[in-house]
């Protein structure tokens, strides 16, 4: 993307945004990417980076751990795979064996359902592989803590077992000198020393002498002298010549396995490029979180249509101010180019202004935006901007001739796929002179089709607004009754600059601000009042509008909500219905089947028996049982209507109820576990299990 002038992305300050990011990398490449972020024009290219960092950021929000948590920076060690001859150490092998371990749990993150819900994070490794090589031929030479292998080659594990032996012959021939010299007093230390790599033994300073062995040095007080003794002089020689020998086969070894890896260099070299790349998304997915950052939907033509936009940087000031911070919303589209905004100064134009540049800027990066998700952005080819003093020393440049000289490269370069933002437009000359050139300037950007925004305080680009084809007005919202700024865009009318309005509020004397409207023109002077009437208007009607809307979304809830139980309770019923229905029917399969199996005994009995009287009586008892059923139920229900059950034991005299028939009598007599009842004229003996305490209930008033 082109962009003018050379600090256009510092003016809407680009630059904090490229800091942040940066601070969210971990990797030196991340950081990298970060401090070289371009802003591109190719929609697809935009689209699949704001489509990895939407991913990653979906990830996050989720919980799913995305595996790349190792931070390798492995530029020298790669650099040295290059090298024909180089040699690694283990401690580098194993960081190269740790970043192939890293794209392996890359590659199996992505299983064949993530491949297609994540396909923007799956691209970046698309054209690569895991080598499960590269860590064998690590792991057959080193072990876990980077060392070499006894078994790497035949070579080293012969001259690894002589070296065992070796330095287990000296320890024994050594403790038994030291035990010796401890014996004879000689000893200034009972624990071994060692001295440019050979064993010796600590003596006291006078005694050296009596020691046969070769001197290595003394201490610092000259108090005691570090000796070799004799015996160990030879097997000192044998270990350390083994240990040189081992040293080489070492060197050997690893300098085989370092030209063994130069083989995969460009595969590794891509596996620290990956990691990096990742690194970076999820940089831009943490600063999304932190700014609130959403995936617009993108357009292929020239278009910015805003919905809740906040400046990303006053997002996070306001935040930790713990202050509210107002969003923008506002259009421009091929019918409505070009956005003249007005207003009281310090109401909100510039950041409104470098809102717009700084998302467009930020878009086109590849980095979310905070806005809401059905904003709808386009993508521009050149970004110009003109915001302050840019007059120049070097060049002897006036303010206004700066500015002009600005306003000559919009004119000259500007077309369909132009965002300009132009502060102060015609400022820093005569107010009719300026504003003469400054509706020229807007109808040549205009007539080429260019996409801006222009803030201003003159009344006839705001009147102008009105005429020409693609530039509408808008004004930032000003409380008149407490003097403050509502930093709120209200599109389609222009504002007021509350010159006259500011100055009663704070004071000024009333004879000075007449004399200033005798001065002003009157047509103008009415026409400012006439807008400054106009926008308290709006705002009024906004007032009232939120209102009506909050009414109306409360109704809707109170509707819903009446439905919802209205709903749950037909359920209810239809369901309490069908269980008693489906009951009903699962008694009655259940009695015909056991009727049709009973019957089908009474057949066979009745083929088999010649005593076919008894039949008939089992056959009648069979299917009039479940009349005598539906009776006793009716009994039930009568007595359980007038009598109610009590709990204690049966005594003689007590009102009870036999289980069995549901019949209420009174006990005369209790003999052992069965007790006579009398019901009616008729004493029953009855088992007292099946006997129930009960009294009459109460009759309601």
């Keep these: 993307m082109k962009y003018f002038p050379e600090s256009a992305l510092v003016q ?14 971990k990797t030196e490449l991340g950081k990298q990417m970060a401090e070289e972020l371009r802003l591109h024009t190719h929609i697809d290219y935009v689209r699949t980076a704001l489509q990895q960092v939407h991913e990653y950021k979906q990830l996050v929000l989720i919980q799913v751990h995305f595996p790349n948590d190792y931070v390798l920076n492995l530029r020298q060690e790669l650099r040295l795979l290059e090298i024909q001859g180089a040699v690694l150490t283990g401690e580098q092998f194993m960081l190269i064996r740790k970043l192939a371990e890293s794209m392996h749990s890359i590659v199996r993150f992505f299983d064949a359902d993530r491949r297609v819900t994540y396909a923007a994070l799956h691209g970046v490794i698309a ?14 030479v080193l072990d876990e803590a980077g060392q070499v292998r006894d078994n790497a080659t035949p070579e080293l594990a012969k001259l690894r077992t002589q070296l065992f032996r070796k330095r287990t012959e000296l320890r024994r021939v050594f403790e038994r000198i030291l035990s010796k010299l401890q014996k004879q007093g000689y000893l200034a230390d009972i624990e071994e020393s060692f001295l440019n790599g050979r ?3 600590a003596i006291f300073a006078e005694q050296k002498r009596m020691v046969k062995g070769i001197l290595h040095g003394e201490s610092d007080t000259r108090r005691t002298a570090f000796l070799e003794p004799e015996e160990t002089i030879q097997l000192n020689n044998e270990v350390h010549s083994l240990e040189r020998d081992e ?27 990956i990691l990096g790349t990742y690194d970076f998304i999820r940089a831009k997915a943490r600063l999304a979180l932190d700014i609130n950052g959403n995936f617009p939907m993108l357009m292929p033509h020239a278009q910015v249509h805003l919905v809740e936009a906040y400046h990303p940087l006053l997002l996070l000031y306001n935040r930790k101010q713990n202050k509210p911070t107002i969003p923008v919303s506002l259009t421009l589209d091929k019918d409505n180019h070009i956005l003249v905004i007005s207003g009281p100064n310090a109401g909100g134009k510039t950041v409104t202004l470098k809102t717009v540049g700084l998302i467009q800027l930020m878009l086109q990066a590849g980095l979310l935006v905070p806005v809401h998700p059905t904003s709808q952005l386009g993508i521009f080819r050149q970004v110009m901007i003109h915001i302050g003093d840019t ?67 003159y009344l006839n680009l705001k009147i102008m607004a009105g005429k020409v084809k693609g530039i509408i007005n808008a004004a930032m919202g000003f409380d008149e009754q407490n003097l403050l700024p509502m930093y709120k865009l209200l599109v389609g009318k222009p504002g007021s600059s509350y010159t006259f309005s500011i100055a009663q509020r704070i004071g000024l004397d009333q004879g000075l601000i007449n004399r200033a409207r005798k001065l002003v023109d009157e047509g103008h002077f009415r026409l400012d009042k006439l807008l400054n009437k106009a926008e308290q208007d709006l ?21 819903k909500e009446y439905e919802i139980l209205s709903d749950k ?43 076919k009287q008894k039949v008939i009586k089992q056959a009648e008892a069979l ?79």
């Excluded at 009951?583 to 089908?600: G, Q, T, V």
């Excluded at 009039?624 to 229900?637: C, M, P, T, V």
Aim: charged residues 35%; hydrophobic residues 35%.
């Design 391 to 457: 007059q120049s020393l070097e060049f002897e440049l006036s303010t206004y001739s700066s500015h002009l000289k600005n306003m000559k490269h919009f004119m000259e370069n500007a077309n369909g796929r132009t965002l300009f933002f132009i502060d102060e437009l015609g400022s820093g000359s005569d107010p009719n002179l300026g504003g003469a050139f400054a509706e020229v300037i807007m109808e040549e950007l205009a007539r080429k089709h260019a996409f801006g925004i222009v803030t201003t305080h």
């Design 539 to 559: 705002q009024r009607v906004e007032s009232r509008e939120k209102e009506l809307q909050k009414l109306m979304k409360e109704n809707e809830k109170l509707k």
């Design 12 to 25: 809407l300050e680009f630059d904090k945004v490229k800091t942040l990011l940066q601070e969210h990398c």
């Design 127 to 140: 054209h690569t592989h895991y080598e499960k090589k590269i860590v064998t031929l690590i792991d057959d």
């Design 247 to 273: 040293q080489r086969e070492v060197y050997r070894i690893l300098r085989t396995l370092t030209a063994e890896l130069a083989q995969h260099h460009g595969l590794l070299s891509g596996y620290h490029d």
């Design 199 to 201: 064993r010796v033994v």
């Design 569 to 611: 309770e037909r359920v209810q019923q239809a369901y309490t219905l069908q269980k008693l229905q489906n009951k009903i029917k699962e008694e009655d399969i259940s009695y015909l089947k056991d009727m049709e199996r009973k019957l089908k005994q009474i057949v066979i009995e009745w083929k088999r028996t010649d005593d």
């Design 623 to 701: 299917l009039f049982n479940r009349k005598s059923q539906a009776i006793n139920e009716k009994i039930k229900k009568k007595v359980q209507d007038r009598f109610e059950e009590m709990k204690g034991e049966v005594k003689t005299g007590d009102q009870v109820k036999i289980r069995t028939n549901n019949q209420v009598g009174k006990v005369n007599e209790l003999r052992g576990k069965t007790a006579v009842v009398q019901i009616g004229n008729i004493p029953i003996q009855v088992k007292i299990s099946d006997l129930v305490l009960v009294q009459e209930r109460q009759k309601a008033e």
